[in-house]
């Protein structure tokens, strides 16, 4: 069975191309990103270079692309791919930049799986628009030419991977048969040991590049609600184009907003509450990052990872854009050193449970029910019981 993926960049498809190997595929990837890039893949894995100029320059020049440059490099890219597209039995082609390619595969009789890690473009952009509206940022709805690509990927697929049930339930009804399940479930780092002790200054922090999508205007609304004497939110992110979360910044001393973290490992060491309060998250591997790291986290019902989760138990999960919920939840946790104990302990045993011996079980298991609905694979890779949290 051979199978190509193409993606501009290594995002999870290492993830992927090491469960197709475990599920006995032979596996090439086309990107415009040099191999070197594509951490914790299995060298079994074959690589061909897809030139890409506009990727490159942001790479390696640190380019800014307007919004409409990006829309056309995805599309460029796809078509300079299809050219170069060999004979496959499966093509698994990044959402946006595979139209062309994932056509030209089925022409040649390949069964084409779209990967699409966020929700449908519509429901996205409508909730996206929202969300700039209320923090005064500049947005702009996507190009015509460039929505209709991705609705046309969507009908094209024959299969396409999402991550969770939130992503699932975004597509039109019509669709929802193409969707596979396959929870972003990869390499976490589990520390053998971690200190639960609570820090001086109670530290909550947060991560994550897209603050319309992370829902930071619900969570610095709760912390300016909250006024917890001898506490501190931090927030790795960039509030540069988002004039009322930076006023919001502004007007409380006791939240930090921070850039690049050499060592995640070390900030999550330094918290003792990790919040994640998205209103749009496909996965959010963060959240089991800081899990497994031994902290007591919240999280949203839009942030897909939750659903492997059990509110009051390993941790505290409240509704997206619900600003009360999230203060209520972030309380609890400021006032209760049992509570915080007991979420912390019982959150890492989860993340345990899930990554058993660091091996991605439940994403082996979606590949391999995906490879069964395509019919290429009458008997998938014996997976021993999966736990469940």
């Known amino acids: 069975m051979n199978v190509a993926i193409s993606t501009t960049?290594?995002?999870h498809a290492p993830l992927l191309a090491n469960a197709l190997l475990a599920h006995n595929a032979r596996v090439t990837i086309y990107s415009s990103a040099p191999r070197r890039f594509f951490r914790h893949m299995d060298t079994a894995v074959r690589?061909?270079?897809?030139?890409?100029?506009l990727q490159v320059g942001m790479h390696a020049f640190h380019w800014r692309l307007s919004p409409n440059l990006l829309h056309l490099d995805s599309a460029l890219y796809d078509h300079s791919t299809a050219l170069s597209l060999k004979p496959e039995d499966i093509f698994i082609g990044w959402a946006t930049a595979s139209l062309a390619s994932g056509r030209k595969a089925k022409r040649r009789g390949a069964r084409f799986v779209l990967d699409r890690a966020c929700p449908h473009v519509d429901f996205q952009q409508r909730i996206v628009g929202n969300e700039a509206a209320k923090v005064g940022a500049s947005w702009q709805t996507e190009p015509a030419w460039f929505h209709e690509r991705q609705l046309a990927e969507y009908e094209s697929a024959d299969a396409i991977l999402a991550p969770s049930e939130y992503t699932r339930q975004t597509f039109p009804e019509s669709l929802r048969h193409k969707v596979v399940k396959a929870p972003l479930l990869?390499?976490?780092?589990?520390?053998?040991?971690?200190?639960?002790a609570r820090n001086a200054t109670f530290t909550v922090g947060t991560v994550g590049g897209e603050p319309l999508r992370k829902g930071y205007l619900y969570l610095l609304?709760?912390?300016k609600k909250l006024k917890l004497p001898n506490a501190k939110l931090v927030i790795r992110s960039d509030f540069t184009s988002y004039p009322l979360l930076q006023e919001l910044v502004a007007s409380m001393p006791s939240v930090e907003v921070i850039g690049y973290i050499h060592d995640i490992a070390d900030f999550y060491r330094k918290c003792d509450l990790f919040v994640l309060p998205s209103i749009d998250d496909g996965f959010g591997m963060a959240l089991f990052e800081a899990m497994a790291h031994g902290l007591p986290s919240?999280?949203?019902?839009?942030?897909g990872s939750s659903e492997l989760l059990a509110s009051g138990r390993d941790s505290l999960i409240v509704p997206p854009m619900d600003t009360d919920a999230l203060a209520h939840a972030i309380l609890q946790l400021y006032e209760s050193e049992d509570l915080r104990k007991q979420i912390a302990r019982a959150g890492r045993s989860t993340i345990q449970s899930l990554l058993p011996e660091g091996r991605p079980r439940l994403y082996q298991k979606a590949i391999g029910e995906?490879?069964?609905r395509l019919g290429v694979s009458d008997a998938p890779l014996a997976m021993n019981p999966i736990p469940t949290p």
């Open 9 to 11: 960049r290594p995002f």
């Open 47 to 53: 690589m061909r270079l897809v030139p890409s100029v």
């Open 186 to 196: 990869g390499r976490c780092a589990i520390p053998p040991d971690v200190n639960y």
């Open 221 to 223: 609304q709760a912390w």
């Open 298 to 303: 919240i999280a949203t019902t839009h942030c």
């Open 370 to 372: 995906l490879l069964t």
